[in-house]
């Protein structure tokens, strides 16, 4: 697949865009809607070359370039953005760079520079990763130190410098908008004073002189990286078992001296307004120039920036960099044009202060050029593609797959059976992938292999992504620790573990922590730190969870002081912004009627009090010979063949069996999941007893026919409640059970609720462990009437609520912020995949509750499925025969938009399991599909 060549319509943060022509029109994409609350949608906050801000529109801005794109990112085509997608493989980046004065104005331009050939402020920078022996940790706060030059020539040094204590002198270049994950508060050059000028200069280290109460202003000499706060994350006998980590990693702050650095953060990429320091190739160096180039060499030995964080791992970087070009007729030599010199004064009480001090100025990006090498789903690998021309994609189904990737084939049977092993799984690498049909061609291995053997390819399939999971292995870009084997010796190892044996850094081995490169035949390829590359099989090492340096800082706790942090608040919400894939993001889209519609339910709800208390238990069995008629959105329509038919039968079952919606039982079943709950035994409110049974009145009177709920007499702060899935919607005649608690503090508090999810995900709302995750809730930020109220709010409304506005006909879009999606092309990539995904999972649900029903409801889920079983498989053959996911009547409306094949392969598997479970409970109408889906086709 080629990609066109052009530009993305799509702006995102850290996007280098411009407005006009030459670089002082443009800049990076530093805040948008989503970030600052305060702007307007599609308007941008853009940071310039000189650390200014501008705000543009979408149509009065275009990209030029996305540094920001990394190796292992998924991205997309900007000229296709609902088709494939892919995986960074590599990234080259090229600068350009600005000659700045003292004053901030810029004298020249180097076009061109390769990352290798700059260095940052400051040593260390906010979420690089570091080494300290065998252990392999997160820089999460740094200290500096700062030497101030005056003009007469005396300096001295401030410790733990920041912006607290040392501030910028107005007229000078401001860093208020500066990204501060990539740059320091202070920069050589750059004019400070005290914030409390006598305390901070006279308690200060001088160097050079004496402190004057008369030396206000100073000038920045040198930022050094005094000390630094590191997240220990992995190391090589440990790999990443968190307590292992914890109990035995070395101290958290560390001195540089004894750190080596091995790469910065993948959220931390050169852009526009970047401070660094310019090294020229030595091709460029002039004779002047060589005693300066051998006083650098040992600086730059471990210097971070020598490569890029892209281009450590690209495996083109020895290729030749252009020359930089010389503009204006201003030849650049190095420090000869980046040096202001101080005329310094002789004192007679000090002879020793320097006549002459030099100051080197910092350059600045002022552009940047990057193209990258994207392996696409369908195995084909492009290089050098323009970054502007891709799209980050972070909004992916569970179900997208990459070539190079372990998986393991789901085993339906054994998994609603209750006996899955996944040592039985078949396991296999990708080779490629279709994502219109949603199938995966899979190379499976031999069973029964011991891990050190080589991987021997058994067969080549084309399978279902539904009926794949990913078998979590190293991926692209990871970063990967060498794990020690058990039969390994390591002299020293334990000294290195406790953290007490220090090595220097120059003479630290690197030869264990890497990055993947490549993914071939099974096997993980790694450039290791120490610049050797190996293949190496997946058990072999373990790959690092990079997470925001922010998130890890706060996870340490406030042992640590604050003083020395060098972040600011505009770097927590841009970090917070581009991580979509958080867990806690998984949440509900609430509806804005769902106010006016709770009103009316409850309004028609109430009725007499007086007469259901006094009724109400005795009334309690006298609720199983009432007979409910069945619920009419669960009947076929008469658009379906045999329909007629179907609906004597239908009438047949249920005169021998009846259910009603509402009931009160004696005694609550054991496997209630809140039954042990310590609040059972709370203190409540004299009127909790009224409110309750209130609540129990309205649920008897206005329940939806397809919600069925039961209270008990032994706990009345316990419900249990099951919902059959609406029509049209992925969820149809699936069985969903929620097991609720009231608080003792209700109704000032929502109710708990606990949704029985089989260890399912079938909707971003319910997750597997069984949060429902609803703002009425309070499980999910809302605002207004999304939130629970203790006037309006009610237990119907909550039920209500869960049935209509979470298993609904398109869940994909109840991600929280994806409801933004709707009508364009990404949500229309995923939202059908995601549908026939949920459609998936509610027919093994189905299979999970009639092996394992809840109690109290084991005769009416035999019931339900009696009834409706034929129907559950009319939908899936309907779907094999082509109609889209959720209709059940096959017309040629409904083949418009087709199933994938995908669905298709997976169905085929699913559909003997789910005959030979109705056909078990005796369900009708089930002999056509014994026929022609008997059990043994299965796989």
Not at 243 to 268: G, K
Not at 490 to 519: R, T
Request: negative net charge; hydrophobic residues 35%; aromatic residues 8%.
């Amino acid at each position: 697949m080629d990609v066109v060549a052009v530009a993305s319509p799509n702006i995102y943060l850290d996007d280098l865009v411009s407005f006009g022509r030459g670089i002082l029109r443009q800049g990076i994409v530093h805040q948008d809607a989503t970030v600052n609350n305060s702007l307007p949608v599609d308007t941008f906050e853009i940071l310039l070359i000189d650390n200014s801000v501008v705000y543009k529109k979408a149509g009065d801005i275009r990209v030029l370039d996305r540094s920001h794109l990394h190796l292992g990112q998924v991205v997309g085509s900007a000229s296709d953005i609902a088709g494939q997608i892919g995986v960074v493989t590599g990234v080259t980046t090229l600068l350009d760079l600005a000659e700045r004065d003292s004053r901030g104005t810029a004298t020249g331009l180097i076009r061109g520079v390769s990352p290798s050939n700059v260095r940052r402020v400051r040593f260390l920078s906010l979420g690089d990763f570091v080494v300290s022996g065998l252990w392999l940790g997160q820089v999460v706060e740094v200290s500096v130190d700062v030497d101030v030059l005056f003009d007469d020539g005396a300096v001295c040094r401030v410790t733990n410098a920041d912006l607290k204590i040392l501030q910028e002198v107005d007229g000078t270049r401001s860093l208020k908008y500066q990204r501060h994950q990539m740059n320091c508060n202070f920069y050589p050059g750059q004019s400070v004073t005290g914030r409390n000028r006598l305390s901070l200069f006279k308690t200060a280290r001088w160097l050079n002189g004496y402190w004057n109460p008369c030396r206000n202003v100073g000038t920045v000499l040198k930022v050094e990286t005094s000390g630094v706060l590191v997240y220990w994350i992995a190391s090589m006998h440990c790999g990443m078992d968190k307590e292992l980590v914890e109990a035995s990693a070395p101290p958290a702050y560390q001195h540089p001296d004894e750190l080596t650095f091995f790469c910065a953060a993948s959220s931390c990429s050169w852009g526009v307004a970047d401070q660094c320091f310019y090294r020229e190739p030595r091709s460029t160096k002039t004779d002047d120039d060589n005693q300066d180039q051998e006083e650098e060499e040992e600086e730059e030995k471990d210097d971070p920036c020598a490569e890029n964080n892209q281009d450590v791992i690209d495996a083109d970087q020895d290729a030749p960099m252009p020359t930089p070009t010389k503009q204006k007729d201003v030849i650049f030599y190095g420090k000869q044009l980046r040096k202001v010199f101080f005329e310094g004064h002789r004192r007679e009480r000090r002879p020793q202060v320097r006549r002459h001090v030099e100051v080197e100025f910092p350059m600045t990006v002022a552009s940047t050029s990057t193209s990258v090498d994207v392996l696409w789903q369908d195995g084909t690998l492009q290089r050098g593609i323009p970054s502007a021309t891709l799209v980050p994609f972070y909004m992916m189904n569970e179900h997208e797959f990459f070539p190079g990737q372990h998986v393991v084939e789901n085993n339906t049977a054994g998994d609603t059976n209750g006996n899955d092993d996944d040592t039985t799984r078949r396991v296999g690498v990708v080779r490629s992938v279709d994502c219109k049909d949603q199938t995966v061609c899979v190379s499976w291995f031999k069973a029964g292999m011991c891990p050190d053997e080589a991987r021997e390819v058994e067969c080549i399939d084309t399978m279902s992504a539904y009926d794949l999971k990913l078998n979590h292995s190293p991926h692209y870009g990871d970063i990967v620790v060498r794990l020690l084997q058990s039969d390994s010796t390591d002299d020293g190892g334990s000294a290195a573990l406790d953290g007490q044996k220090k090595k220097n850094a120059d003479d630290a081995d690197l030869s264990w922590v890497g990055h993947v490169v490549d993914l071939p035949d099974g096997h993980v390829q790694v450039k290791w730190g120490d610049g050797s590359m190996s293949m190496v099989m997946p058990h072999e090492v373990v790959a690092v969870t990079e997470e925001n340096y922010i998130d890890l800082r706060t996870e340490m706790g406030d042992w640590v002081e604050d003083d020395d942090m060098d972040d600011a608040p505009e770097e927590a919400a841009n970090t917070d912004n581009n991580d979509p894939h958080k867990p806690t993001n998984y949440c509900g889209v609430e509806n804005e009627d769902l106010a006016a519609m709770t009103t009316n339910l409850f309004g028609f709800a109430i009725r007499s009090f007086l007469q259901f208390t006094s009724d109400l238990v005795a009334r309690g069995k006298g609720y199983l010979i009432n007979h409910q008629p069945p619920p009419s959105s669960l009947l076929p329509s008469s658009e379906v063949p045999g329909g007629e038919a179907m609906e004597n039968i239908v009438v047949e079952c249920d005169e021998m069996f009846s259910f009603p919606r509402f009931d009160v039982l004696q005694i609550t079943p054991q496997d209630h999941h809140y039954l042990d709950d310590a609040n059972q035994g709370g203190s409540r409110g004299k009127n909790w007893a009224k409110v309750v049974q209130k609540e129990w009145k309205n649920l008897e009177n206005d329940l939806p026919e397809t919600i069925y709920t039961r209270v008990f007499e032994d706990r009345m702060d316990l419900l249990r409640v099951v919902m059959v899935g609406a029509s049209g919607t992925p969820y149809h005649h699936g069985l969903f059970f929620f097991d609720l608690q009231i608080p003792s503090s209700y109704p000032t508090e929502p109710p708990q609720v606990y949704y029985h999810s089989y260890g399912l995900r079938l909707n971003p709302n319910l997750y597997e462990s069984g949060t429902v995750c609803l703002s009425l809730l309070n499980t999910f930020d809302g605002e207004g009437t999304e939130l629970w109220s203790s006037v309006t709010s009610s237990l119907l409304q909550v039920v209500v609520s869960i049935q209509g506005l979470v298993l609904n006909d398109q869940p994909y879009y109840n991600e929280a912020g994806y409801e933004t999606l709707v009508g364009k092309p990404e949500g229309r990539r995923n939202a059908l995949p995601y549908s026939e995904n949920a459609y998936l999972l509610s027919l093994r649900t189905m299979l999970h509750v009639l092996r394992r029903p809840p109690r109290g409801f084991e005769e009416f889920v035999k019931d339900h499925f009696r009834r409706h079983g034929r129907f559950v498989l009319m939908t899936c053959d309907a779907a094999l025969q082509g109609c889209v996911v959720g209709d059940a009547h096959a017309t040629e409306a409904t083949k418009e938009q087709p199933c994938s094949a995908g669905l298709k392969l997976a169905l085929a598997n699913m559909l003997p399991i789910l005959v030979a479970a109705f056909t078990e409970i005796g369900a009708q109408g089930c002999e056509e599909f014994q026929k022609a889906y008997a059990l043994s086709t299965a796989h």
